[in-house]
């Protein structure tokens, strides 16, 4: 699985990069992975599982999967 650390995201994986490849065995649900990857769910606003909109809490993703994921953006 592919997957992009949009925004600040980056911050929460060790070398700080936005896209990370992540080998999955089997299915798993995403907000499951974002707690191994040590990501906080609550951070997340958007999530773009290949190229379409989905809800973090229900989904689950799989080896050669894209996903995208941002936080939301303040502004002043």
């Known amino acids: 699985m592919r997957l992009h650390l949009g925004g600040h995201l980056n911050w929460y994986d060790p070398r700080k990069r936005a896209w990370l490849e992540v080998p999955l065995a089997a299915p798993v649900l995403l907000s499951a992975l974002l707690q191994q990857l040590h990501v906080p769910p609550g951070e ?13 809490e229900a989904v689950m993703v799989e080896d050669g999967d894209r996903v995208e994921l941002y936080p939301a953006i303040g502004g002043g």
């Open 44 to 56: 997340v606003a958007i999530v773009v599982i290949n190229g379409r909109l989905a809800q973090l």
